[in-house]
């Protein structure tokens, strides 16, 4: 069960300055270079080749076993029609956690109910990499491809979401590939870790953080809820949204929620299920 995580635990592989800043004294940003080729620049098809592949294996699949991800991690694949794109949502386990750590702690397998391929891969080096050129999102870009050769994906309804370290990484890849995902679901995490002036595009998010938390404080993650409602064009309207949360007023298609708890740097029980709903998975 990943619950307290120590500050020491939560070190990412950030962002070292080893450039020159320009003449007038700023260093340019220091922002992801996904692969040449990859579908974090060339984007997918659709439909992808998957939909007319004979079938993969469906059910809890072993990401190492599949030869996809040597760190291992789970994928679950449900029983669905031939040729009926599916959603897919990441899930990212916190600093030295696994997949399977996360699976277990989230449960959105169950709030998901088969409406979704859901992965939970593991992070390289044990905690997922900011750096310019990041192992994890070129590894996660990689598995997209994957994906989409071996399953009937829905291209636009690719999700990432991510607790504690794994929340970075969430804001790091919806900040630095926006275009590819449909939504992001930050819970307890910061944007503090990684450059935002990389972040210039918009993306669709929900934020879930415990007002005491001291891993990561409320404030970090109102801050970060704030940057990507600010990219968004929300307004500070706010009105109350599923059982938990409450959602800006934001301009189509985009769409930002909050959702504060009574609870220090831990998932509440209805994490999953706001997900799930933010998402418009399992329906």
């Not at 020491?8 to 320009?22: G, M, N, W, Y």
């Not at 469906?58 to 076993?65: C, H, K, N």
């Not at 809820?225 to 409450?246: E, K, L, N, Q, W």
């Not at 930002?256 to 799930?276: K, T």
Request: hydrophobic share 40%; charged share 15%.
């Amino acid at each position: 069960m990943i619950r307290h995580v120590l500050p020491a635990l939560l070190v990412l592989a950030a962002c070292s300055t080893s450039t020159e800043p320009d003449a007038g004294g700023t260093f340019a940003p220091l922002c992801f270079n996904p692969p040449d080729g990859g579908v974090f620049v060339s984007g997918l098809a659709s439909p992808v080749p998957g939909c007319a592949a004979p079938a993969g294996p469906t059910g809890v699949l072993d990401l190492a076993a599949l030869g996809w991800a040597p760190q291992g991690g789970v994928l679950v694949v449900p029983d669905s029609p031939p040729g009926t794109p599916l959603p897919v949502v990441f899930a990212f386990h916190g600093a030295f956690g696994t997949g399977a750590d996360l699976r277990d702690r989230l449960a959105l397998d169950d709030a998901v109910d088969g409406g979704a391929i859901l992965v939970y891969p593991t992070a390289i080096a044990g905690t997922w990499d900011i750096t310019q050129v990041s192992p994890d999102g070129r590894r996660v870009d990689r598995l997209i491809s994957r994906l989409a050769d071996t399953y009937c994906i829905d291209p636009s309804r690719i999700y990432i979401s991510g607790f504690s370290a794994g929340a970075v990484f969430t804001l790091y890849l919806g900040c630095n590939v926006p275009q590819t995902f449909a939504g992001i679901a930050v819970m307890a995490g910061s944007d503090a870790r990684f450059d935002t002036r990389c972040c210039t595009k918009p993306v669709s998010g929900i934020f879930i953080h415990g007002s005491h938390d001291e891993a990561f404080s409320l404030a970090e993650g109102r801050a970060a809820r704030a940057g990507v409602a600010t990219r968004d064009h929300c307004s500070a309207t706010t009105t109350p949204d599923g059982a938990h949360c409450f959602a800006y007023a934001c301009p189509a298609p985009w769409a930002v929620d909050g959702c504060e708890w009574d609870g220090d740097h831990d998932l509440p029980d209805w994490a999953a299920a706001e997900v799930s709903r933010f998402f418009s998975l399992g329906q």
